[in-house]
């Protein structure tokens, strides 16, 4: 008999969320919007430090919105990592406008500034998406001057990143507009749903209006642009706000988690873990290495085979854009090497949920250390 599945990043729910699901339910204040989405929106800004939120549907639609605030169009190039989820990119194509991808750092992951640069000065482009990968934010204060220095508007993707920090500065809340995500993997989830943040308290007034169909303020419905079914629902939110309230022990969990794989696996030849920045402080979302076969005697599909035989999940990082058929002859800006490609073919991430047992955990590492 097998033992109980063990996931990659699962929900991790307590009595907080069912109070406040219970509360919204209660009241039948079901329908999108309610005290619960505005309580979420003031607790999300006074978690983060920004001044405005919009809680959304998804990251996706954030990022969606984000790029529509920012006047971005046919014809005008934005540049975002390789290394990155799907949606990252996706957006772009949802406004027709062309992207252009770019190598990412070999120890941190994220935006690697020297191709980051070489980029912008080629491309001229309208917009920058910066993705904090697996809850490492990126350099914002070298990623603002260059924006600045090039007049490129940026947007912060922190769908993954809650709860890390740049310099004491909580993720999020850097660029024009930042996005975040709370999918059901993510270090807090609302089951599906996303929140645009901004200092910018226009941007955030035009996101909530293009989310609720553009939709003019007359009595009857009245559109004279197009909108979209964007806006997050109460009960979605009032699980969030009891999440949040989590959050910060869920990151510390997730920390130590990624300090046992490490002190367990590091030393191993072969296995290099994704380092954390000198500038800023992880959420560790997922526990990311790579693993060199020739040096270490096994491949990274043996360790997920091996796992999943012991009904665990792992898989392997996000597949660079420019590598995915959908973005075939799409250009790409890498100055030393494929950094996105390398971590591609040897990227792991393993058991990361603020949930995991220390046993489980242990066996994990058991099951990984029998193969090497």
């Given at each position: 008999m097998?033992?109980?599945?063990i996931?990659?990043s699962?929900?991790h729910m307590?009595?907080?969320?069912?109070?406040?699901?219970t509360?919204?339910?209660d009241?039948n204040?079901i329908?999108p919007?309610g005290?619960h989405?505005?309580?979420?929106?003031?607790?999300?800004?006074?978690y983060?430090g920004?001044?405005h939120?919009a809680?959304?549907t998804?990251?996706?639609?954030?990022?969606?919105l984000?790029?529509?605030?920012?006047?971005?169009?046919?014809?005008d190039?934005?540049?975002?990592?390789?290394?990155t989820?799907?949606?990252?990119?996706?957006v772009i194509?949802y406004e027709?406008?062309?992207p252009?991808?770019?190598?990412?750092?070999?120890?941190y992951?994220?935006?690697?500034?020297?191709s980051?640069?070489?980029a912008?000065k080629?491309?001229n482009?309208k917009?920058?998406?910066?993705v904090?990968l697996?809850?490492q934010s990126?350099d914002?204060?070298?990623i603002?001057?260059?924006?600045?220095?090039?007049?490129v508007f940026?947007?912060?993707?922190?769908a993954e990143?809650?709860?890390?920090?740049?310099k004491?500065q909580k993720c999020?809340?850097?660029?024009?507009?930042g996005?975040?995500?709370?999918?059901?993997?993510k270090?807090i989830t609302?089951?599906?749903g996303g929140m645009?943040?901004?200092n910018?308290e226009d941007?955030?007034?035009?996101a909530r209006?293009?989310a609720?169909?553009?939709?003019?303020?007359?009595?009857?419905?009245?559109?004279k642009?197009l909108?979209?079914?964007y806006?997050?629902s109460?009960?979605l939110a009032a699980?969030?706000r009891?999440q949040?309230?989590s959050?910060?022990?869920?990151?510390?969990?997730?920390?130590?988690?990624?300090?046992k794989?490490?002190?367990s696996l590091s030393t191993?030849?072969g296995i290099k873990f994704?380092?954390?920045?000198?500038y800023g402080?992880?959420n560790?979302?997922?526990?990311?290495l790579t693993?060199?076969?020739k040096?270490a005697?096994?491949?990274?599909?043996?360790?997920?085979n091996?796992?999943e035989?012991?009904n665990?999940e792992s898989r392997p990082v996000?597949?660079?854009?420019?590598l995915?058929?959908?973005y075939?002859?799409?250009?790409?800006?890498?100055?030393?090497?494929?950094?996105?490609?390398?971590?591609?073919?040897n990227g792991l991430?393993?058991?990361?949920?603020?949930?995991?047992?220390?046993?489980?955990?242990?066996r994990?590492?058991?099951i990984i250390?029998?193969?090497?």
């Amino acid at each position: 008999m097998k033992n109980n599945r063990i996931y990659l990043s699962p929900p991790h729910m307590g009595e907080k969320e069912r109070k406040y699901f219970t509360d919204a339910f209660d009241s039948n204040w079901i329908a999108p919007l309610g005290p619960h989405v505005d309580g979420f929106e003031q607790e999300i800004t006074d978690y983060i430090g920004v001044d405005h939120a919009a809680a959304l549907t998804s990251g996706t639609a954030a990022l969606h919105l984000a790029l529509r605030i920012m006047g971005v169009t046919k014809g005008d190039i934005v540049l975002c990592p390789s290394l990155t989820f799907a949606a990252s990119a996706s957006v772009i194509l949802y406004e027709n406008a062309t992207p252009v991808f770019v190598d990412v750092d070999p120890a941190y992951w994220t935006i690697d500034l020297s191709s980051l640069e070489n980029a912008i000065k080629k491309y001229n482009p309208k917009a920058l998406i910066a993705v904090d990968l697996y809850g490492q934010s990126c350099d914002y204060d070298a990623i603002t001057d260059l924006c600045e220095k090039y007049n490129v508007f940026l947007i912060e993707d922190a769908a993954e990143a809650l709860g890390a920090e740049y310099k004491n500065q909580k993720c999020g809340s850097f660029g024009q507009i930042g996005i975040l995500s709370f999918n059901g993997n993510k270090i807090i989830t609302t089951s599906g749903g996303g929140m645009l943040v901004s200092n910018n308290e226009d941007f955030v007034s035009k996101a909530r209006f293009l989310a609720t169909q553009a939709r003019e303020p007359k009595i009857h419905y009245e559109h004279k642009e197009l909108g979209y079914n964007y806006r997050m629902s109460n009960l979605l939110a009032a699980v969030g706000r009891g999440q949040l309230q989590s959050l910060d022990k869920f990151v510390n969990k997730r920390r130590d988690i990624y300090n046992k794989y490490y002190n367990s696996l590091s030393t191993l030849d072969g296995i290099k873990f994704m380092q954390e920045a000198e500038y800023g402080k992880s959420n560790r979302w997922l526990t990311a290495l790579t693993v060199n076969e020739k040096v270490a005697g096994i491949s990274r599909s043996g360790i997920i085979n091996a796992l999943e035989k012991e009904n665990i999940e792992s898989r392997p990082v996000w597949k660079p854009m420019h590598l995915q058929p959908l973005y075939k002859g799409a250009d790409y800006v890498s100055l030393d090497g494929d950094i996105s490609k390398n971590l591609f073919e040897n990227g792991l991430c393993l058991p990361s949920g603020s949930s995991l047992s220390e046993a489980d955990q242990d066996r994990i590492i058991d099951i990984i250390l029998s193969l090497l």
